[in-house]
């Protein structure tokens, strides 16, 4: 496997130039004015599998959008990982906020991507992260390096909660049965300190709508002697926390894992600066739930965080009036042993029970997911790890990841398998901001890295 | 006098035709992007002006929209009516709750008007109510019945704060000189109790916000660990409200004139039914200031009321994102005796102290007034309640508002003389809101009862 190198050497302006295409067609699947663009980009997953070398490929049609399959198997007594990924992306909201057009790429550098980053809605969340499997497929047939059976599942709604891709995970158990599954949707600690995410956090997302009166009313004719659903839905929100910024719902906290003191020791070992955090925000303050650390707040603590926010005017200049209705997108970040769909009802019937009378409540969960632990004694992680050994020079540290990539305990329920994330991006990539950007170095290091994890899961499987 | 019922009788149509022509033009002084029609719309004036007699019409530049004025001087020894009114309305949006579009007028009957309303914005306010005047200078000249000079003041920034207006008549105190100033910009009771309105609440708005990390942040990844502009903004704005809905900005109430138990009485006897106030609102309970009715609340107590917030991800679907920025903006309806310039300052300190540390915080005032009330026992006072009594057959009742009309207290101030408010809307005809409207009814009611008003103000101040 020497070759790789040379081999990313001679086709890394290709390898650029053909991300750079995926990242050109706007595939937002929240937003169903880009249908046919989230259509579209599915062809071209298809066709890349297809020259990657992979032998059958398919478009398989969902309620919603639909899912990549491809596949190619050299022998069924060898091992199999299963490559999972997405190729839709956040809205790239607020426009005004890029400094290059969303879905025009630009590769630029940075302080911390010298070699130039690829600035682009999805550039690391995932198509980036995604194609870098494609790519070192396409290494491994053309060299004929590939040790084992590769099956690809690649989807168009992991952004809006991946609906549909657990019917057809339960539907297709037999086609998708796998050794591992292998996943490049989350990040690593610094390009110097190469790490694997041993941990998911779970979500509830929901949204929530207060109406006051009939129909927006004068403010100086009504105000004072109604309701006003604005004020109300920020005392409902605000008191979703208490002083000590823990969640005040009932029940919310009843299956938390609580971490011993040696597991929060460990943890507090991995290199982190609070000055160079709250640096790289601007704050002059970190802020959170009382008794934890930032990187506890963000990992083995669950959350709640509302989204956006919106009722009333909003426009230029000045307007009395009390809207009727006021909205809210909240999301809840969940750890392991919290069930997304209990927490989703917790929610509703506390929500819904301190709305004061004069208005009327309703909340509607939009998606969710479990949270996620991973051994690190599995042969899948053994084989990552060496595989980064190989690459990085350093053996990379476990991390529990404050993300959520909900489809994961699924996986583990429906195909029994283990999943193991091997991230490139940073946290710094701005992933679901403006300006998001994915390092050409952590592009091609991921390519480099990933035939490595199938050469040493092969051989730790035999 | 005999003939203004007849004059109506004979014009009706005319009359109602030239409104909707006016109201045709969507003159939005808060948006920038109707700069033209607002301008068009001064220029409408000033023709209709002239048409109805004035002998001297100009446009009056200032540093906004122009003010619009029109004299008819027919003996210097006579008194001098000043009819203020404003050009511009209020923006219609949310559209889609409009039944017709809002610069589209149509006329329709309703259950209160059964002789058809205009439904369009600014039909009541103050187009309508400001074109009632135009139509009784038209009937006074051209029947030889005017019996005082009269001056009309006509602006076009009332619905973003008049902040023109007051330099424009502390520099024409002279050309603006008057004995009374007649104004229809409120409602009254209802058909059949007829009301002259006798106090305002004054008004401070501002705007706020919050801004948190330098960048729209991943909830999973940042959520818990950083302060969420979206949720302290929520946290901020329900603390400015106590349990019993009082306000809780220092020093707010400092000034505010307490009733007297035999004033609170005299008040409670005005008709009001809290069974069809909610009825008509559609809500189970009416929300406010514990200790005082709903009449008061709206009325003789301050507020503080969102008229919007926005923040976050507010497009279709789910986006886990944490806001770099939140905003609201908020008003105060205040009292007499509060200072509007006053309360903004201890608006703008205390929302400023009780931002946590995480975040910055950021107060723009938008614009204010001062609340009015005016006496009973007044020479114009006393020529209001006669022309009611004359064409209602019904001594009016005084009341109390709680919408702001900032220039009254500064036209005293200025001018040394008292305003009357002859309103002829309803509080049901959704000024501010969708479906905007004016009875036809009110809007002959008002062409036919302001003359008598001229006539006895000039008897009276004989």
Redesign the interface.
Known sequence: MQSIQSYINDNKDRFLNELIELLKIPSI????AYKGDVLKTAEVIKISLENAGCDHVEICKTDGYPIVYGEKIIDKNLPTVLVYGHYDV??P??LD?WNSPPFEPVIQKTELHPEGAIFARGACDDKGQMYMHVKALEYMTSNNELPCNVKFMIEGEE???SANLGIFVANNREKLANDVILISDT?MIAKDVPSITTGL?G?S?V?VEVT?????????????????P??V???M???L?DENNHITIPGFYDKVENLSDAERAEMAKAPFSLEAYKKS?????????EGYT??E??SI???????????????????????SQ????I?M?LVPHQDWEEITELFKTHFESIA????TVKVKP??GGQGYVTPIDSVGYKAASKAYEQTFGKTPIPQR????IPIVSLFEKELKSKTILMGFGL?SD??????EHFGVWNYLKGIETIPWFYKYFTELKK
């Open positions: 699947s929240a937003d169903s956040q809205p909201d607020p906020l952004e809006v909660g990040g956090r979500l997302y949204e006051g009166p009939n129909r927006d009313l004068h403010s100086g004719l009504y105000g004072g002697a109604v309701a006003n604005i004020n839905l920020t005392k929100i605000a008191s926390h925000l601007d704050i002059d303050a970190v802020y959170g739930e930032t990187n707040r963000n603590r669950p959350t709640l965080d509302v989204n956006g926010i919106w009722g009333g005017y909003i426009g230029e200049g000045a307007k009395t009036v009390i809207a006021a909205f809210a997108k999301s970040r004061p009378k004069g208005v939009h998606h990841s404050g993300g959520s946290d701005a992933i679901h901001s403006p300006n």
